[in-house]
């Protein structure tokens, strides 16, 4: 594959031209829509017509709700060694909260093809937000923790997922170690079934890093306890924070270069995310909110308001700026340029694979720029 970025007075078919390949097959992986309009600066993979036979050759794990467009999921599940479903409650005292819609169609259809299903565990209460306060009443309780790890092993018979992940987040420092404790009698149990356990860690880049978000989790104590782990690395732009990229590679890197001192390279699994943010401009603190956006999505607002695309040399990541309605708006969002310099990354370090959050959004060209990336032949 190669990585093509528009210029001014590029079309499809020059560049098919140029690269002497079809212009119906960048068309589909690129998602270019009717009427074939491109965007200066807009990166685009393009397909060099190699035959390759695939074998997977990195864990590639996708977190979705169930209510996930079937056509998506069915793009996207030949890409994935593991679906992650998201998500799966829990009460203080230890009972399991099912998703809503039933995800029991999400599961059929991963292991139709091949994929292995995850149960993603959450402290979430009734407003959608982790709640400290409930993990804090199951990792202190025997009692109520024992009995979440039997109904997770019963889950997992009954509805035949392969593993639990653990995302637990804001867990107060002071349930640090009763926190780590769970994860590895979690693990222990799990593991006498043939089942797995991961867990989500925060992209911490010390041990000492201040802030409700790190101090409960230990990366060495959680890498020992669980079978693998994904570093959430992504979130430096989000929806309250001032325009940036989402997951600039200079700060993951940070991130990897950490972990890699406290968990096995085989352990470690690098977070990516699959959508971008739209800022209204001027940015106000505490104010201004941005909306979240595909990729694919992203660059078609650059094309309808003849934005140039750029990108940060730095941060390995695309932005634009367009006005729209007579307010300016700047946007972040991933391409192919930033999905290959994150690959770069569990290359070099030797990562166990990565994580997406999340598969809602199809953005084919990442998927097949992995297959390019990671084939064996």
């Known amino acids: 594959m190669e990585i ?14 140029r690269y002497q390949t ?7 992986i690129n998602q270019i829509a009717y009427p074939y309009a491109l965007a200066v600066g807009q990166a685009l993979l393009i397909p060099m017509g190699r035959d390759m036979v695939r074998e997977r050759a990195a864990v590639t794990n996708g977190y979705a709700y169930p209510f996930i467009e079937e056509a998506v999921l069915e793009a996207t599940l030949p890409y994935l060694t593991k679906l992650s479903v998201f998500s799966y409650g829990f009460t203080p005292e230890g009972e399991l909260i099912f998703p809503v819609p039933d995800d029991s169609r999400m599961l059929e259809l991963a292991r139709s093809m091949d994929v292995s299903v995850i149960l993603t565990l959450t402290p979430m209460d009734e407003a959608g937000q982790f709640n400290n306060q409930l993990i804090h009443a ?10 979440l790890i039997r109904n997770l092993l019963d889950i997992m018979e009954d509805k035949g997922f392969q593993g639990v992940d653990v995302d637990f987040e804001y867990i107060f420092a002071d349930d640090r170690d009763a926190f780590t404790v769970f994860v590895a009698e979690l693990t222990e149990a799990m593991n006498a079934r043939g089942y797995e356990t991961s867990v989500a860690l925060a992209p911490k880049t010390s041990s000492g890093q201040q802030g409700l978000l790190y101090e409960g989790k230990d990366y060495g104590g959680l890498g020992a306890a669980a079978n693998s782990v994904l570093l959430m690395t992504y979130e430096w732009g989000y929806t309250y924070s001032e325009p940036m990229a989402v997951a600039p590679v200079n700060k993951v890197r940070q991130v990897v270069e950490y972990a890699v001192t406290q968990i096995p390279v085989s352990k470690i699994n690098l977070g990516i995310p699959n959508y971008g943010y739209d800022w209204p401009l001027p940015y106000e603190k505490g104010v201004t909110k941005a909306r979240t956006i595909g990729n694919t999505e992203a660059v078609q607002l650059a ?3 003849g934005a140039v695309i750029q990108f940060d040399e730095i941060a390995q990541t695309p932005y634009f700026n367009y006005i729209a309605d007579g307010a300016e708006h700047e946007v972040w969002f991933e391409d192919v340029r930033s999905m290959r310099a994150k690959f770069a990354l569990v290359k070099e370090f030797d990562l166990q694979g990565m994580g997406y959050w999340q598969l809602m959004r199809l953005f084919l060209a990442n998927w097949v720029l992995l297959d390019d990336e990671f084939i064996i032949e």
Do not use: C, F
């Open 303 to 305: 094309v309808d308001y």
């Open 22 to 28: 079809a212009v119906e097959n960048i068309i589909y």
């Open 4 to 17: 093509y970025v528009v210029q001014r007075g590029d079309t499809v078919d020059l560049i098919a031209q």
């Open 138 to 147: 199951v990792v202190n309780s025997e009692q109520a923790k024992q009995t």
